[in-house]
């Protein structure tokens, strides 16, 4: 008959070593102070340590009834480094309801390896400067986020600063928005986006080309899907029509192309929300966020890449995190700042985008009134006219091939009404016998004219080279109506009286 297991004897505690000092007795009690009945408190330095100790054990212990050790919360604070982007701000905007996150995207390439620098096309020598920069919105029931792409050649008059580097003092002056990072860093970002906006800034989260390819390798690529093909000399995407998982690498080519089309830099933004969108898919369906060797895998790629303000610690933004489990593209919206002019030259600054003054207000007052930016139910949007480069975007000059009387103004206010940026004058052509209707394009505009194409099924395309980014439509005898189109991914666009438009996160990612 086997022997039962003995239990292991229990522990004998052994006497402190000679000469190391014995715990102090407790205290039977604590002076109390007069009139209260409470104990009183200790000293305001040691208090407040304390209180920090305690409160970091508390979250460690939090995350370890999560599933998430020590070692991750460590990671989260030793690998994130430190802005003070709020020093000395006054005059700041009332606090609204939810958190604001300031979100910019450097053009650090350091630690990027010489091979993918060739592979990526990320030579040269890396500007002080930002790529990116949104405005992210967390609802006060972190139910709801939204994201606003601020153009990066927006006009932007710096506030009265101290430059970054040689330390000199300069007057406010008119800048783009992006160089606003090169003469102050942080600091006067934060302060020239919260004068353009009125938004208070709660949070500043900067991440740059490293810590960006390395955090899409760590969640495994991040699926995309194109209509069309996608080509970039510069920074060389060449991505076929389909469905593409982009690894970090090429994800970055995705973000940063601005050389596809005529669409230049608000193109790219399209397709950076597009992206944002189809990484929170990834990180929700995935589960990485909240699985403890997925989430280390993010946080090593993020370490020593990533800047934050110093206020945005492990317990705010875990806090956020464990606040947002349920959270899905659904929940996400995107939208860009309302536009109102483009290539606005400016003597010193060069080429400008000038905002639409109006509808800019009416955005960022829905973001200080913690209101949803989308104006119908989220949910995937019908394919059907949908279009990559938007509309606003298509300069056109309508001609009339025929002998009918007011067709060329019919086509040229059918086109506005779907959103194209006629020139309200339509012309007669040389001659008017077309039977068909033909649309004469430059073929570095090659995706515009698509968008223009599916407005005028039927219509002849003609290359012209050297034409320039101006459509020339001549309506023929076979014309019969204008389609209505939109879109592919979030763009602002002006709806009658005026506003904004925004999508949810799962009307853009792939279905």
């Known amino acids: ?24 007795a407790p205290r039977a009690g604590r002076p109390v102070a007069p009139g209260t009945g409470r104990p009183e408190r200790r000293s305001r330095g040691r208090g407040a340590r304390w209180g920090t100790r305690l409160a970091t054990t508390l979250s460690v212990l939090v995350l370890a009834a999560g599933g998430v050790g020590h070692a991750v ?60 920069i949104m405005l992210a919105h967390i609802s006060e029931d972190r139910r709801r986020a939204s994201l606003v792409s601020l153009p990066r050649d927006s006009y932007a008059e710096l506030p009265e600063h101290t430059d970054a580097i040689t330390g000199e003092r300069h007057a406010g002056h008119p800048v783009k928005l992006n160089a606003a990072y090169a003469e102050g860093g942080p600091n006067l970002t934060v302060r020239t986006v919260e004068q353009m906006t009125g938004v ?36 060389g995407l060449d991505l076929p029509a389909g469905t593409h998982t982009l690894d970090g690498g090429r994800a970055l080519q995705y973000v940063r192309s601005r050389h596809i089309d ?3 830099d608000l193109g790219r933004m399209q397709r950076q929300q597009r992206f944002v969108a189809a990484l929170i898919d990834r990180a929700a369906s995935s589960g990485a966020l909240f699985n403890p060797v997925r989430l280390r895998d993010v946080l090593d790629a993020l370490a020593g890449s990533v800047r934050a303000d ?23 919206e995107f939208t860009s ?46 394919r059907r006219g949908v ?16 002998r009918v009387r007011g067709l060329g103004a019919r086509v040229d206010a059918a086109l506005r009404a779907t959103g194209f940026d006629t020139t309200r004058t339509p012309y007669n052509a040389d001659r008017q016998d077309a039977k068909r209707t033909v649309v004469a394009y430059d073929p570095a505009w090659d995706r515009s004219v698509k968008s223009l194409a ?35 991914s979030p763009a602002p666009a002006p709806r009658p009286g005026g506003g904004y438009e925004a999508l949810t996160g799962d009307q853009v990612v792939c279905s």
């Open 337 to 382: 700042v309302p536009v109102g002019a483009v290539g606005v030259r400016i003597d010193g600054v060069g080429s400008t985008v000038r905002w639409d003054a109006v509808q800019a207000q009416e955005l960022f007052e829905s973001i200080r009134r913690d209101r949803p930016l989308t104006t119908r139910p989220a949910g995937p949007a019908s």
């Open 454 to 488: 599916a407005a005028l099924p039927g219509a002849r395309l003609v290359a012209v080279p050297g034409q320039g980014p101006l459509m020339k439509v001549t309506a023929g005898a076979d014309f019969t109506e204008v389609r209505r189109v939109r879109a592919e």
């Open 73 to 132: 919360v460590t990671s989260l604070d030793t690998g994130i480094g430190r802005v003070d982007a709020f020093k000395d701000m006054k005059n700041r905007p009332a606090p609204g309801h939810g958190t604001n996150i300031l979100l910019v995207g450097t053009d650090g390439r350091d630690e990027v390896t010489p091979a993918d620098k060739a592979r990526y096309r990320l030579g040269g020598a890396p500007c002080r400067c930002t790529d990116t």
């Open 387 to 402: 279009v990559d480069v938007p509309p606003r975007d298509v300069r056109v000059q309508v001609y009339n091939g025929t």
């Open 200 to 235: 208070k800034i709660d949070h500043y989260l900067e991440v740059d080309f490293t810590s960006f390819m390395r955090t899409v390798d760590a969640l495994g690529g991040v699926r995309i899907c194109t209509d069309h093909p996608v080509k970039d000399p510069y920074t």
């Open 262 to 264: 005529g669409a230049s």
């Open 1 to 24: 008959m086997p022997t039962p297991p003995r239990r292991p004897a229990r522990p004998v505690p052994r006497p402190p070593a000679r000469g190391a000092r014995r715990p102090a």
């Open 310 to 332: 110093r206020g945005f610690g492990t317990e705010e933004m875990l806090a956020l995190a464990r606040a947002m489990r349920g959270f899905t593209t659904a929940s996400s």
